[in-house]
T-cell receptor, first 112, second 117 residues
Protein backbone atom coordinates (compact mmCIF):
# COMPACT_ATOMS: atom_id res chain seq x y z
CA UNK A 1 0.00 0.00 0.00
CA UNK A 2 0.88 3.67 -0.14
CA UNK A 3 3.48 5.03 2.26
CA UNK A 4 4.16 8.75 2.70
CA UNK A 5 7.27 10.04 4.39
CA UNK A 6 7.57 13.62 5.57
CA UNK A 7 10.55 15.74 6.65
CA UNK A 8 11.46 17.49 8.82
CA UNK A 9 9.41 16.54 11.85
CA UNK A 10 10.00 19.96 13.42
CA UNK A 11 10.98 23.24 11.84
CA UNK A 12 11.69 26.59 13.45
CA UNK A 13 12.08 29.72 11.34
CA UNK A 14 12.30 33.41 12.00
CA UNK A 15 9.31 35.49 11.07
CA UNK A 16 9.63 36.60 7.46
CA UNK A 17 11.82 33.68 6.44
CA UNK A 18 10.71 30.83 4.19
CA UNK A 19 9.80 27.30 5.27
CA UNK A 20 10.00 24.16 3.15
CA UNK A 21 8.49 20.80 4.02
CA UNK A 22 9.15 17.74 1.88
CA UNK A 23 7.26 14.51 1.31
CA UNK A 24 7.89 11.36 -0.67
CA UNK A 25 5.36 8.74 -1.65
CA UNK A 26 5.70 5.15 -2.72
CA UNK A 27 2.66 4.37 -4.91
CA UNK A 28 3.18 5.55 -8.49
CA UNK A 29 -0.61 5.41 -8.94
CA UNK A 30 -1.08 8.32 -6.52
CA UNK A 31 -2.32 11.34 -8.44
CA UNK A 32 -3.58 13.84 -5.89
CA UNK A 33 -1.49 15.50 -3.18
CA UNK A 34 -3.14 17.80 -0.62
CA UNK A 35 -1.53 19.64 2.28
CA UNK A 36 -3.31 20.15 5.58
CA UNK A 37 -2.70 22.53 8.45
CA UNK A 38 -3.71 21.53 11.96
CA UNK A 39 -3.71 24.07 14.75
CA UNK A 40 -3.63 22.89 18.33
CA UNK A 41 -6.89 21.27 19.35
CA UNK A 42 -8.49 21.75 15.96
CA UNK A 43 -9.29 19.60 12.98
CA UNK A 44 -6.98 19.48 9.94
CA UNK A 45 -7.82 22.00 7.23
CA UNK A 46 -6.83 21.92 3.57
CA UNK A 47 -4.45 24.73 2.60
CA UNK A 48 -3.36 23.75 -0.90
CA UNK A 49 -3.38 20.75 -3.20
CA UNK A 50 -1.90 19.61 -6.49
CA UNK A 51 -2.80 17.02 -9.07
CA UNK A 52 -0.32 14.80 -10.83
CA UNK A 53 -0.68 16.58 -14.17
CA UNK A 54 0.65 19.83 -12.67
CA UNK A 55 4.19 20.54 -11.56
CA UNK A 56 3.61 23.58 -9.39
CA UNK A 57 0.74 25.48 -7.83
CA UNK A 58 0.80 28.74 -5.91
CA UNK A 59 -1.69 30.50 -3.66
CA UNK A 60 -0.41 33.76 -2.22
CA UNK A 61 2.38 32.89 0.25
CA UNK A 62 2.12 29.13 -0.16
CA UNK A 63 3.16 26.94 -3.06
CA UNK A 64 3.44 23.25 -3.74
CA UNK A 65 5.75 21.55 -6.21
CA UNK A 66 5.52 17.99 -7.49
CA UNK A 67 8.17 15.79 -9.05
CA UNK A 68 6.39 12.67 -10.29
CA UNK A 69 9.55 10.99 -11.50
CA UNK A 70 11.15 11.21 -8.10
CA UNK A 71 7.82 10.73 -6.30
CA UNK A 72 8.21 13.71 -4.08
CA UNK A 73 6.36 16.93 -3.43
CA UNK A 74 7.07 19.94 -1.29
CA UNK A 75 5.26 22.75 0.50
CA UNK A 76 6.82 26.20 0.41
CA UNK A 77 5.70 29.00 2.70
CA UNK A 78 7.22 32.42 2.10
CA UNK A 79 7.25 35.45 4.39
CA UNK A 80 6.23 33.31 7.35
CA UNK A 81 4.10 34.81 10.08
CA UNK A 82 3.47 33.69 13.68
CA UNK A 83 -0.02 32.49 12.67
CA UNK A 84 1.63 29.98 10.32
CA UNK A 85 2.76 28.08 13.42
CA UNK A 86 0.95 24.73 13.34
CA UNK A 87 1.41 21.10 12.34
CA UNK A 88 1.40 20.50 8.60
CA UNK A 89 0.53 17.17 7.00
CA UNK A 90 1.04 16.08 3.44
CA UNK A 91 -1.11 13.34 1.94
CA UNK A 92 -1.33 11.22 -1.18
CA UNK A 93 -4.40 9.77 -2.81
CA UNK A 94 -5.14 7.60 -5.82
CA UNK A 95 -8.13 7.63 -8.13
CA UNK A 96 -8.54 3.91 -7.55
CA UNK A 97 -9.37 3.75 -3.85
CA UNK A 98 -9.75 7.51 -3.24
CA UNK A 99 -8.33 7.04 0.24
CA UNK A 100 -5.88 9.57 1.66
CA UNK A 101 -2.64 8.45 3.28
CA UNK A 102 -0.97 11.07 5.44
CA UNK A 103 2.64 11.85 6.17
CA UNK A 104 3.98 11.94 9.70
CA UNK A 105 3.56 15.69 10.09
CA UNK A 106 5.83 18.70 10.54
CA UNK A 107 5.52 21.00 13.51
CA UNK A 108 6.34 24.49 12.24
CA UNK A 109 7.21 27.19 14.70
CA UNK A 110 7.56 30.76 13.47
CA UNK A 111 9.56 32.86 15.88
CA UNK A 112 8.61 36.51 16.18
CA UNK B 1 -17.99 22.04 1.27
CA UNK B 2 -19.31 19.56 3.81
CA UNK B 3 -20.33 20.13 7.41
CA UNK B 4 -19.65 17.14 9.62
CA UNK B 5 -21.20 16.60 13.03
CA UNK B 6 -19.40 14.06 15.14
CA UNK B 7 -20.37 12.88 18.59
CA UNK B 8 -19.46 12.39 21.30
CA UNK B 9 -16.78 15.09 21.22
CA UNK B 10 -15.06 13.43 24.14
CA UNK B 11 -15.61 10.60 26.57
CA UNK B 12 -13.90 8.78 29.38
CA UNK B 13 -14.39 5.04 29.20
CA UNK B 14 -13.61 2.06 31.34
CA UNK B 15 -11.38 -0.73 30.16
CA UNK B 16 -13.29 -3.54 28.48
CA UNK B 17 -16.27 -1.45 27.43
CA UNK B 18 -17.26 -0.35 23.92
CA UNK B 19 -18.16 3.06 22.57
CA UNK B 20 -19.87 4.07 19.36
CA UNK B 21 -18.99 7.32 17.60
CA UNK B 22 -21.50 8.85 15.21
CA UNK B 23 -20.78 10.94 12.14
CA UNK B 24 -23.46 12.91 10.32
CA UNK B 25 -22.79 14.89 7.13
CA UNK B 26 -25.02 17.66 5.83
CA UNK B 27 -24.88 16.41 2.24
CA UNK B 28 -24.50 13.18 0.35
CA UNK B 29 -20.84 12.31 -0.09
CA UNK B 30 -19.08 9.63 -2.08
CA UNK B 31 -16.42 8.64 0.40
CA UNK B 32 -16.36 8.43 4.18
CA UNK B 33 -13.31 7.48 6.18
CA UNK B 34 -12.37 6.97 9.81
CA UNK B 35 -8.97 8.09 11.06
CA UNK B 36 -7.19 7.79 14.39
CA UNK B 37 -4.83 10.45 15.69
CA UNK B 38 -2.88 9.61 18.80
CA UNK B 39 -1.46 12.53 20.80
CA UNK B 40 1.16 14.38 18.80
CA UNK B 41 0.97 11.87 15.99
CA UNK B 42 -0.20 11.71 12.41
CA UNK B 43 -3.55 10.72 10.96
CA UNK B 44 -3.80 6.96 10.57
CA UNK B 45 -6.51 5.60 8.32
CA UNK B 46 -8.60 2.95 10.06
CA UNK B 47 -11.04 2.11 7.29
CA UNK B 48 -13.16 3.31 4.40
CA UNK B 49 -16.84 3.22 5.28
CA UNK B 50 -18.74 1.77 2.33
CA UNK B 51 -22.39 2.57 1.93
CA UNK B 52 -24.50 -0.56 2.27
CA UNK B 53 -21.59 -2.98 2.55
CA UNK B 54 -18.74 -3.96 4.83
CA UNK B 55 -16.04 -1.38 5.47
CA UNK B 56 -12.58 -1.74 3.93
CA UNK B 57 -9.99 -1.92 6.71
CA UNK B 58 -6.36 -0.89 6.59
CA UNK B 59 -3.54 -3.12 7.74
CA UNK B 60 -3.52 -3.42 11.51
CA UNK B 61 -7.24 -2.72 11.96
CA UNK B 62 -9.91 -5.42 12.11
CA UNK B 63 -13.68 -5.45 12.03
CA UNK B 64 -14.07 -7.16 15.38
CA UNK B 65 -12.23 -4.32 17.11
CA UNK B 66 -13.55 -1.42 15.01
CA UNK B 67 -16.95 -2.32 13.54
CA UNK B 68 -18.20 0.35 11.15
CA UNK B 69 -21.62 0.99 9.72
CA UNK B 70 -22.70 3.23 6.87
CA UNK B 71 -26.41 2.78 6.23
CA UNK B 72 -26.68 5.75 3.83
CA UNK B 73 -24.62 8.46 2.12
CA UNK B 74 -24.73 10.91 5.03
CA UNK B 75 -24.20 8.81 8.17
CA UNK B 76 -21.64 6.43 9.61
CA UNK B 77 -20.69 4.98 12.97
CA UNK B 78 -17.43 3.64 14.34
CA UNK B 79 -17.42 1.42 17.41
CA UNK B 80 -14.28 0.93 19.46
CA UNK B 81 -14.78 -2.46 21.10
CA UNK B 82 -13.34 -3.96 24.27
CA UNK B 83 -11.31 -0.84 24.90
CA UNK B 84 -7.90 -0.73 26.51
CA UNK B 85 -5.77 2.30 27.47
CA UNK B 86 -3.93 1.92 24.13
CA UNK B 87 -7.16 2.93 22.39
CA UNK B 88 -7.02 6.37 23.99
CA UNK B 89 -6.91 8.65 20.99
CA UNK B 90 -8.80 11.12 18.85
CA UNK B 91 -11.03 9.45 16.28
CA UNK B 92 -11.89 11.55 13.25
CA UNK B 93 -14.62 11.08 10.72
CA UNK B 94 -13.77 12.45 7.29
CA UNK B 95 -15.60 12.76 4.00
CA UNK B 96 -14.60 13.40 0.42
CA UNK B 97 -16.51 14.28 -2.69
CA UNK B 98 -13.63 13.19 -4.89
CA UNK B 99 -14.53 11.43 -8.13
CA UNK B 100 -12.69 10.53 -11.31
CA UNK B 101 -13.54 13.93 -12.74
CA UNK B 102 -13.01 16.16 -9.72
CA UNK B 103 -10.40 16.49 -7.03
CA UNK B 104 -12.73 16.76 -4.06
CA UNK B 105 -11.48 18.06 -0.72
CA UNK B 106 -11.21 15.82 2.31
CA UNK B 107 -13.16 17.36 5.19
CA UNK B 108 -12.79 16.36 8.82
CA UNK B 109 -15.16 16.29 11.72
CA UNK B 110 -14.05 17.86 14.98
CA UNK B 111 -13.02 14.50 16.33
CA UNK B 112 -13.95 12.36 19.31
CA UNK B 113 -11.36 12.32 22.07
CA UNK B 114 -11.51 9.02 23.92
CA UNK B 115 -9.70 8.36 27.17
CA UNK B 116 -9.68 4.77 28.41
CA UNK B 117 -8.94 4.20 32.06
Amino acid sequence: GENVEQHPSTLSVQEGDSAVIKCTYSDSASNYFPWYKQELGKRPQLIIDIRSNVGEKKDQRIAVTLNKTAKHFSLHITETQPEDSAVYFCAASTSGTYKYIFGTGTRLKVLA
Amino acid sequence: SAVISQKPSRDICQRGTSLTIQCQVDSQVTMMFWYRQQPGQSLTLIATANQGSEATYESGFVIDKFPISRPNLTFSTLTVSNMSPEDSSIYLCSVSTRTVRSTGELFFGEGSRLTVL
